[in-house]
């Protein structure tokens, strides 16, 4: 049981990979998803796709770098479907991958904007709410970046292990109001992220062969099962995919 029937998810980076395939699961559900993205061109297109196949869904312009934007996200997500019951903070970049030699600043700081505080500006708009509703379920897609370090990602390991410390941060304020906060590290997915790294042709990750990364409905199949009893094992931490406890937990074929 995965409890989502009735419940008000917000996804960022929902226009492809993860998000979409995450929206378009949960709305098989049954619940009322708004699917957040920068390209709103896109995400209106998933949404149009999951209503005429008898879904509930919404599709919102929203850019996470900007705290503004996520906010009048949750305004309008509580306006039609009258609650934010689910977060799930997905949206971030990879790309460009630079060693730190290399990189630019500019790009660099754009990493933080929208991998880290992204994930801070979705707390502060949404908590307020479900702590007047006292229940509401926050997920973090972390990565094993968040507790290693790879040549050439040092924007995204730094943001990943921000992100983790904010996930036991948001366990330990809001655990008692009824929230639940935690990570889900997928391990690598079928997505474009993944063509940027093999481009990049830095690190051993580059290396890997296509058929090793999972598809993107497994990683879905992961957070719909953390919305339900089985997160309450996970709160402040990150359950990951890359385990056989994990893959078990789903029903999913351990890893080779």
Sequence with gaps: MTSLAHKTVLITGASRGIGEAT???????GARVVLLARSKDDVERIAEDITQAGGTALGLGCDVAWYHDLQSAVDIAQENFGSVDV???????????????D???EEWGLMVDVNLKGVYHGYRAALP????????????????AATGALEGWSHYCATKAAVLSLTRCGHKEMAEHGIRVMGLSPGTVATEMQKQIKQSGINPVSELHPDVHIPAKWVA???AYLCGPGGDDWLGQDFSLKTAEGRAA?????PA
């Design 87 to 101: 977060l799930i903070n997905n949206a971030g970049l990879i790309d460009p991958i630079a060693r730190i030699t």
């Design 250 to 254: 789903l029903g999913l074929p351990a």
């Design 129 to 144: 709410v479900m702590q007047e509703q006292g229940s509401g379920t926050i997920i973090n897609i972390s990565s094993g």
């Design 23 to 29: 929206a378009r699961h949960f709305a098989t559900e």
């Design 103 to 105: 990189s630019d600043p």
């Design 221 to 223: 199949l992961g957070l």
